[in-house]
């Protein structure tokens, strides 16, 4: 028998000779579009996501006592149900308009933010629909799980934002005296400002496991590499905890600690997403191969 008989090499000339193909999915709407039919999907797609984000403006709108005295300004006083439940001391907070448009505009970045964030799951599905069908899904129930994955950890970190971190954050900053000479009376914009910003980043910053997921999901990333770099994640939990909270170690250690976990959470993510990737190749392999 020669060489070129032998089974091994028989099945590594039909490899050359027949390149296995990953198989495009099945009803895939985009795969006529033209690159202008993609623009224009995308420009409906925002168009609706704006449309949703305009609704939770008006529901902000509609309930703005509500909203104002309650979400906004409830941090700012001493009775604010979660200083009942964590261990801090609170005061109330002295609050001052310097500016004659302060509480005009004050009154309605509130609104609109708040408002935004109750459309945002509208908004997220939107452009996730658009961007599912490139990573090879357009399956309507996998988009919509995507989406409700992307909206649980934004809103789950708007959740921390503004329940742990704001009631900390500013108990620190209204009992922080340097003479009994000084009293602490904060303008309403700055106020306001700080509270939007603190909440908002939590959100962001509870996108990791998402992002680890996509992108190991498209082979960008490893749990392997997630796993390399875990000591620098840590040092980059912790400059992050530094720059957005207050100078004092128990804030910034209630932002760092939920980052590691959260880091932490991502590589079982990605240790997922790469099992899922590696099956779905090999079954693809499999195919161009029998083919």
């Not at 690159?35 to 168009?47: K, M, P, T």
């Not at 399956?139 to 900390?168: C, H, Q």
Request: aromatic share 14%; net charge neutral.
């Amino acid at each position: 028998m020669s060489s070129t008989d032998k089974p091994e090499n028989k099945d590594r000339k039909i490899m050359g000779a027949n390149p296995p193909k990953a198989k495009p999915p099945e009803n895939d709407p985009t795969a006529a579009m033209s690159f202008l039919d993609h623009l224009e999907e995308l420009r409906w797609r925002i168009i609706k996501g704006m449309i949703g984000m305009a609704v939770g403006m008006v529901i902000a709108f509609i309930f703005a006592d509500f909203f104002i005295q309650q979400f906004i300004l409830g941090p700012a006083r001493a009775d604010f149900f979660m200083y009942q439940i964590m261990p801090i001391n609170a005061v109330d907070l002295s609050l001052i308009s310097r500016r004659l448009p302060g509480q005009f505009f004050t009154y309605w970045g509130t609104l609109i933010i708040i408002g935004g964030i109750i459309g945002s799951p509208i908004l997220f599905y939107q452009l996730w629909a658009f961007i599912e069908p490139a990573l090879g899904s357009g399956e309507k129930i996998k988009t919509v799980l995507n989406a409700m994955f992307i909206n649980f950890f934004f809103l789950l970190g708007i959740a921390f934002g503004y329940f742990i971190l704001v009631p900390f954050a500013v108990q620190f900053f209204t009992q922080f005296i340097i003479d009994s000479v000084i009293s602490n009376e904060f303008d309403i914009n700055e106020y306001f400002t700080s509270v939007a910003l603190w909440t908002l980043s939590c959100g962001i910053l509870f996108q990791i496991p998402v992002v680890s997921y996509f992108l190991s999901k498209v082979g960008l990333i490893t749990p392997e590499g997630m796993r390399t770099y875990r000591r620098h994640a840590i040092v980059g939990a912790l400059l992050v905890s530094a720059v957005l909270t207050p100078p004092d170690p128990v804030s910034q250690l209630m932002i760092a600690l939920p980052l590691v976990l959260l880091y932490q959470f991502s590589i079982l993510l990605s240790r997922f997403a790469h099992y899922r990737r590696k099956k779905e190749l090999d079954a693809a392999l499999g195919e161009g191969v029998a083919s």
